[in-house]
């Protein structure tokens, strides 16, 4: 027998750093989490602090000095006289157009990805391609084309589709919380077509059949056994709408005006414009909230059922469902979604490019030189946009900012789902799977503002990035940071630790672990963390102004400024490009990786 | 000398109770090694501080010389460098390596030249019989060859011990078969030392030379399978070794309170024991039947008994008895000619009886009691 | 067994519970230190903003070409303004001067909120801007000693009085407008008639959103108490009665009419012009908009009309300050900007869209298709004098819209 080894304190101290000293996961982890508080916590903080203290100019309303505490901007937003028109009634239309749409995205998307990963419908490989191209527009075109056919008398101007037929619109049909909702699922549903579809693809038949086996009908089949095993996949996608919408502006105000339809992002949007930052602040954090109780919800949901999901991913049969005779009609109604979601809008977008005069339908009004021609007579741009040195060098910036941001985010995301899987049940876990994903529920120009400030000089160790690119894509990264990190977590627990281990046990350190197997494994994973970001961080625009102090012309401000300047027809041809190049990128990324978008949003 | 040792190893969970506690486990070089109990006992736990995977919150881990673990004085060697070979339950093959480049990937990082390589892994390869299979990927491969390669990754890098969690569960019972004679024989062959993790009981007599007997945390027995076998330490092991498992009556049963008397007090007298005897318990294959007391062996413990049914597997015979008031099982090699609800007499020698003291341990006094008398007596051959 | 489980689950809630308090603490003190757009109460702020207060003193010494060569020393400029021809005025300044300019389009709002942040932050890389909403520039850039007054000495005499703190470098006027292919002229020739559902239907008036921006709220200030007068004389003249009214002033009886009226809001004011002059309608609305608009006429098509004979006022003008950090670290340049945006050739690209500089001696666009600048005897002007109280009443003037637009 050996002596009795000397046992102490300092023994055991040293023990544990040995360990963390080869086993870096927690360190990374602790890092990870520093970093975090400080890009993620302290900007939501400070705006969290916005809405407590005077602002400067207030003293008159507030009678308090500027930088006091106050509780006046609550006040105002929730008791005062015009609490109703500023908040209460938007809150309550905002939860009808957050419940509507994501119900409407759940039933299109739902049946969408039925149709396409359990059935026999003819072309369902091109629709599970051509259908998710609606979340590549920015969600206004949907506004814009819901118009187009829809607009009444109500707006004036130009005749809408269905009114120069003769056909009396409806104003519920034609603005406020129906049409709304609709453009906004249109614009959502791929989400569920995603997350949903791919479960439904993952999902072993053979659990079908067992309870078919056992006399269940076909209904309660649906009910019992197939409902439960997709619920996380639902409950993931009706949190990522779910909460998007919560602070989407564009839609709603453009669809809610003219019937005077508020919501929480346009008291926002006109709080902000009017330099009222304390009841923006209060605006905001509300917006905060409600969308950590719906990722409260969800985790919730998710834990009673992830027991579940590990379950049968072996030797699932992919048998479809044959529809016979509605075959067709299927068809059909794929065709039609994928019309309104995506020919519609596009169409809708692409004819106002090649109109001289808009909304003039006679052969000579229509023309090819807004994307080709050389003579405009347009002063700043005279050449179309495909012919124009200025498209390429925007597109360039946007490619090399947008996809250095979105790389950067892909590996930051997967790096949070292997800390967060790897330490799983610590509480350094879930707060990193929470911090990760709260940037999803900031209004992107409250970060910028926050950031402007974190940035601006130097803070301890973080140098003055502000005004640099560095800092754009640090933004970038943040703000599409729950993307890559639901991403990662989830591809990361379905891995398990085992392949690394193996890899650990036959010698390979923790740097070689990471490259060599957990990263190659997680391909599918790190393109959708990557491919997602890239996709809205195309389409990002006020960060993007508010922190970019050099002329760095990207798609999206150029797209801005050819509005300023009067050129629609162009700025739209960019808008047409922007999407286009977000539909390239994800098609070659995944053509060349094999790897489908959906392979993890889940999480 | 003790290859692997393992020195007082607690260790807890975050706030749970102790997966294995103050366990000392030395293992001989070049032993094969089989960690046996049933799930959640501490046994993979175990394996996986072996292997570094997971740290003991209190104690030491060694292997020859070396220091792989010591909470007290603060030594920690990481997994990559303790030069083990490790193979999981899942095989935990990497799916976006060939199986050639499995194979290869720890020899690779052991910056062996590249010709070097290509003959190990050739070697191993065909060692297992899955040199056709090279240059297939892990999701191209069925069950028992993808346990092949998972072996044969961890044999290329001549690891100084080899690990092995549960490896065979798997596989079904003809691979299952196959895979133990090639354990055994890659374990002939190269004289690794193996530690292998089973809740089979089957698998550790079959493959160990010394078997490890572990539940809730805590260490059992550890024999080679014929020690844990024949003279299992206490109640567990008698129970869990074993199949059918060991008939058992407890004194104070209430289910045979007849023949648990009966057991007992003839356990006490044979054996001559100052300490009263808590519990008696007789292998299957041990009781034997004779239709009448008349032709039991002078000095054996009989009882009658009804047959309850016989199930005959093809090469024995599992038989249902009453015996007075408990229910035995039986298992004889040789066809059993009585039919159901035949009325015989069940019997057996003394020194097949295993007798447990009142808080369920063995009472070695027994043994030596009845080996003493048996050769003595010069009786029983 | 039971109860020591029981205790030392007691003794984990409580432990949870420190834990929490714990860090509620430490978030207020984190809320406390971390960065925000609101000051600290400080003495120190109280005296800059004493000092800073009238900074609008006129440089009595002034060479321009003194100011040329400081400037080319310092090298850049960086300028930013709500719209995107400050491009175009940046790279032209950029060729006159042989300066690095950029101009940088970007919401009155956020600029001020980057210029804010930026002096806060002491890193400043806005040198000057160009921001409509001028009572921010002066009750919280000023006063904050975020930004400072500079007025070019050159036209110190020429620039209106009201027009000095701060500088005004151009107002834009927003002019009724009706559609000219259905009406000869204007529908209505009285701004009461716009309230009024007999003579204005419902819908028949179209502007932009008043919530979105600070403007019409300024502007409606303005009018309580510059314009009362003219206010209660349309109504006299169109209904043959005075006004009478329980309202603060005639222009919040009238605000209080037209909200009542139910007009027709859009998010831009392009939608504005859409819904006005798109071509082809039988009952097009009138509406208010921004010159700048009436180029729609030739790229699009519209038909939009100027309402000449409204009364009291065809319109109003915004105005927007021009302003230099004061921070920056070209000041000479930014000077120099502020310098060439008062100048003809330097302000013509906004000019061109209506604008009308704040300097007399710069020449009406003939590019401007709204002729705003002949107009500009019967359109509304703000008063400088005034904007604190554009400021103070702007919440008040909102929330008037709003309970009376239900």
Redesign the interface.
């Given at each position: 027998m050996p002596p009795e080894p000397p046992r102490g304190r300092f023994g055991r101290t040293k023990y544990h750093l040995a360990v963390a000293r080869h086993e870096p996961t927690k360190l990374i982890g602790v890092l990870l989490a520093i970093v975090f508080l400080y890009l993620i916590v302290a900007p939501i903080l400070s705006v969290a602090s916005d809405a407590f203290r005077v602002h400067f100019g207030d003293h008159v309303h507030t009678g308090q000095e500027p930088g006091a505490w106050t509780g006046y901007y609550l006040w105002r937003v929730f008791r005062s006289d015009v609490s109703s028109i500023l908040f209460w009634q938007p809150f309550l239309n905002t939860i009808v157009i957050a419940v509507g749409t994501t119900l409407f995205a759940l039933v299109v998307g739902g049946a969408m990805a039925w149709l396409i990963a359990r059935t026999d419908l003819p072309g369902r490989k091109w629709f599970s391609t051509a259908l998710v191209v609606s979340y590549m527009m920015p969600s206004w075109t949907f506004a814009l084309a819901w118009l187009t056919i829809f607009k009444n008398r109500r707006m004036g101007g130009r005749q809408g589709f269905l009114e120069a037929m003769g056909v009396q619109v409806p104003d519920w049909l034609a603005y406020g919380a129906f049409p709304t909702i609709v453009a906004l699922g249109l614009h959502y549903y791929p989400f569920v077509l995603l997350l949903f579809g791919n479960a439904l693809r993952r999902m072993d038949s053979q659990l079908e059949d067992s309870a078919r086996v056992l006399g269940a009908r076909r209904r309660t089949i649906a009910q019992r056994i197939v409902l439960p095993l997709m619920l996380p996949s639902l409950t993931s996608a009706v949190l990522l709408i779910f909460a998007k919408i919560l602070g989407t502006f564009g839609t709603p105000y453009i669809l809610g005006l003219p019937v005077d339809f508020q919501v929480m992002s346009t008291s926002l949007f006109q709080s902000i414009r009017n330099r009222q930052n304390g009841v923006a602040a209060v605006i905001a954090l509300v917006v905060i909230v409600v969308g950590i109780l719906v990722i409260l919800v969800d985790s919730k949901i998710l834990k009673e059922y992830r027991r579940f999901v590990t379950v049968g991913s072996k030797g699932s049969m992919d048998r479809r469902t044959k529809l016979r005779r509605w075959r067709m009609p299927a068809l059909g109604l794929a065709m039609t979604v994928f019309t309104a979601s995506v020919i519609i809008p596009i169409g809708v977008l692409f004819l106002s490019t090649i109109q001289r005069i808009p909304g003039r339908f006679e052969l000579s009004n229509f023309t090819l030189r807004y994307w080709i021609g050389t003579d405009l007579d347009s002063v700043a741009f005279p050449r179309g946009v495909l012919v124009s040195g200025e498209l390429y060098s925007a597109m360039w910036n946007s490619f090399r900012v947008v996809g250095l941001a979105a790389v950067c985010c892909g590996v930051l995301g997967l790096l949070v789902g292997y800390v967060v899987v790897r330490t799983s049940g610590t509480r350094l876990s879930s707060m990193l799977r929470q911090i990760s994903f709260l940037p999803y529920l900031v209004p992107g120009i409250a970060f910028a503002a926050a950031y402007l400030s974190l940035f601006a000089v130097q803070r301890g160790p973080v140098p003055a990035l502000y005004g640099t690119f560095t800092i754009l894509v640090i933004v970038m990264v943040i703000g599409n940071l729950p993307y890559s990190s639901r991403a990662g977590i989830s591809a990361m627990m379905q891995l398990g630790r085992e392949p690394e281990e193996a890899a650990q046990v036959s010698g390979a350190g923790w740097w070689r672990r990471m490259t060599r197997i957990v990263t190659p494994i997680q391909k599918g994973a790190l393109v959708t963390g990557i491919i997602l970001p890239f996709i809205s961080g195309l389409k990002e625009l006020s960060t993007v102004i508010m922190l970019a102090t050099s002329n760095t012309e990207l798609l999206t401000t150029l797209s801005v400024n050819l509005v300023d300047f009067g050129y629609l027809q162009l700025a739209n041809a960019v808008v047409l490009i922007i999407a286009a190049m977000a539909f390239v990128a994800t098609y070659l990324a995944q053509r060349l990786t094999g790897s489908s978008l959906a392979s993890g949003l889940q999480g | 000398m003790p290859h692997i040792t393992l020195?007082a190893i607690d260790k807890i969970y975050?706030g749970e109770q102790k997966a294995v506690d103050n366990l000392f486990l030395a293992i001989p070089d070049g032993a094969f090694m089989c960690l046996l109990g049933p799930s959640g006992c501490g046994k993979t736990t175990t394996l996986r501080m072996i292997?570094?995977?997971e740290?003991p919150t209190a104690g030491?881990i060694r292997v020859a010389d070396r220091t792989l673990?010591?909470?007290?004085?603060?030594?920690?060697v990481?997994?990559?460098?303790?030069?083990?070979?490790?193979v999981?339950q899942?095989y935990?093959?990497?799916?976006?390596l060939t199986v050639q480049k499995n194979v290869d990937?720890?020899l690779r990082?052991?910056k062996i030249p590249s010709r070097e390589r290509a003959e190990r892994t050739e070697e191993v390869l065909s060692l297992l019989r899955i040199d056709k299979l090279k240059d297939r990927f892990p999701a191209q491969l069925s069950g028992g060859q993808q346990q092949r390669v998972?072996l044969a990754?961890?044999l290329a890098?001549n690891p100084s011990v080899l690990?092995l969690d549960e490896p065979l569960s798997n596989l079904d019972a003809r691979l299952r078969l196959e895979m133990r004679a090639e354990l055994k024989r890659i374990h002939d062959r190269w004289r690794t030392t193996i530690v292998f993790v089973t809740h089979d009981q089957l698998e550790a007599m079959t493959l160990a030379t010394l078997v490890a007997v572990m539940n809730d945390g805590v260490l059992q027995q550890l024999g080679s399978p014929m020690e844990i076998y024949d003279r299992p330490a206490n109640r567990f092991v008698a129970e869990f070794v074993g199949n059918p498992p060991m008939n058992y009556v407890a004194r104070d049963d209430t289910s045979g309170p007849k023949v648990a008397s009966s057991l007992v007090g003839y356990a006490a007298s044979v054996g001559e024991l100052a300490d009263p005897v808590g519990a008696v318990g007789v292998r299957p294959e041990a009781l034997r039947l004779s239709s009448a007391p008349t032709a039991v062996p002078p000095g054996a413990w009989h009882a009658p008994a009804r047959v309850e049914a016989v199930l005959p597997t093809g090469a024995s015979w599992t038989v249902q008895l009453r015996v007075l008031d408990g229910t035995f099982y039986l298992v004889s090699a040789d066809p059993i000619e009585h039919g159901a609800d035949d009325e015989v007499t069940c019997w057996t020698r003394a020194s097949d009886l295993h007798v447990f003291d009142e808080s369920d341990t063995r009472m070695t006094a027994y043994d030596d009691a009845v080996t003493a008398s048996s050769i003595q007596v010069g009786s029983d051959a | 067994m039971y109860h020591t489980h029981r205790a030392s689950r007691r003794s984990l809630d409580q432990r949870r519970a420190a834990i929490m308090a714990a860090t509620a603490v430490a978030v207020l003190l984190a809320a406390a230190c971390a960065p925000s757009s609101t000051p600290q109460a400080t003495a120190d702020a109280q005296d800059e903003q004493e000092e800073q207060a009238g900074a609008a003193e006129v440089d009595e010494d002034f060479d321009l070409d003194e100011l040329i060569a400081a400037a080319r020393e310092e090298g850049s400029v960086t300028v930013y303004d709500g719209t995107g021809k400050i491009e175009q005025m940046a790279a032209e300044f950029q060729a006159t001067y042989d300066i690095d300019a950029t101009g940088i389009k970007l919401d009155s709002s956020e600029i001020a909120e980057k210029m804010t942040r930026e002096a806060e932050a002491g890193n400043v890389t806005a040198d000057v801007a160009l921001i409509s909403d001028v009572p921010s520039v002066s009750e919280q850039l000023f006063p904050q000693g975020v930004a400072e007054n500079w007025i070019p000495p050159d036209v110190a005499d020429l620039v209106p009085g009201s027009m000095l703190d701060p500088l005004i470098v151009i107002t834009d006027p927003s002019l009724y407008t009706y559609n000219t292919e259905v009406h000869d002229t204007c529908p209505v020739g009285n701004v009461w008639a716009l309230t009024d559902p007999e003579l204005v239907e419902p819908g028949g008036f179209v502007f932009q959103d008043p919530l979105g921006q600070p403007d019409y709220a300024d502007w409606w200030t303005e009018m309580s108490l510059h314009g009362d007068e003219q206010l209660r004389q349309s109504y006299e003249d169109l209904y043959g009665e005075p006004l009478e009214t329980e309202e603060d002033s005639a222009a919040h009886e009238w605000i209080k009419r037209l909200a009542q009226n139910g007009p027709l809001l859009t998010k831009s004011s392009e939608e504005a012009s859409e819904a006005v002059g798109a071509p082809g309608q039988s009952d097009p609305p009138m509406g208010l908009m921004s010159s700048a608009k009436f180029r729609n006429n030739d790229d699009k098509g519209y038909v939009l009309g100027v309402c000449e004979d409204m009364a009291p006022w065809v319109g109003f003008a915004k105005p927007k300050a021009i302003v230099m950090a004061s921070g920056t670290s070209s000041p000479n340049a930014a000077k120099l900007f502020i310098h060439y945006a008062m100048t003809a050739e330097g302000i013509k690209p906004q000019v061109d869209d209506g604008k009308l500089s704040s300097n007399p001696e710069v020449p009406a666009s003939e590019e401007d298709p709204s002729g705003a600048a002949e107009r500009a005897d019967k359109i509304f002007f703000f008063d400088n004098a005034t904007v604190s109280e554009n400021w103070a009443n702007r919440q008040a003037m909102h929330d008037f819209w709003r309970v009376h637009r239900r």
């Open positions: - | 020195t975050d292997a570094g995977l740290q030491e673990d010591s909470v007290e004085q603060g030594v920690f990481p997994p990559e460098k303790r030069q083990m070979g490790l999981f899942s935990a093959l990497w799916p976006h990937f720890g990082i052991k998972a990754r961890m890098v690990l | -």
